[in-house]
């Protein structure tokens, strides 16, 4: 991208933004609420929320790529089974080949070793 398209691109913005100009024909004064029907909010922490369930995680990745879909086609999001770690593709949209897996498959492939690594560690300590 040449610094001169960035130009073009302001100098065109300004003159749509002179040109569509809009005037008010009424003025709005914003009426606060009742107070009467104000809802407390209550914050909780994150460590005190409930774990995630498989059926909702894999809902909510479904929920995601329906979403992303009419979009960009060309990503998904997939849980690894092994690792419960998100999964995001890019891939082409005529040849179908994945273009980037982020984490790679080296990655994942790491991270299963570890666990089963981890897994030996702790029952040699017990």
Request: no cysteine; proline share 5%; charged share 25%.
């Given at each position: 991208?040449?610094?001169s398209?960035?130009?073009a691109y302001s100098a065109a913005r300004a003159m749509v933004s002179a040109s569509t100009s809009v005037k008010p024909t009424q003025t709005a004064t914003p009426t606060p609420p009742p107070t009467s029907q104000v809802a407390a909010v209550t914050n909780v922490p994150?460590?005190?929320s409930k774990p995630i369930s498989?059926?909702?995680l894999s809902d909510a990745v479904q929920s995601i790529n329906e979403f992303v879909t009419?979009?960009?086609?060309s990503i998904t999001f997939s849980i690894d089974k092994d690792t419960g770690r998100t999964i995001v593709k890019v891939i082409d949209k005529h040849t179908q080949e994945v273009i980037r897996q982020i984490p790679d498959d080296e990655v994942l492939a790491i991270s299963k070793a570890l666990d089963k690594l981890q897994g030996l560690l702790?029952?040699?300590t017990a």
């Open positions: 991208m040449s610094i398209s960035l130009d994150a460590t005190q498989d059926e909702e009419p979009v960009a086609n702790l029952k040699q």
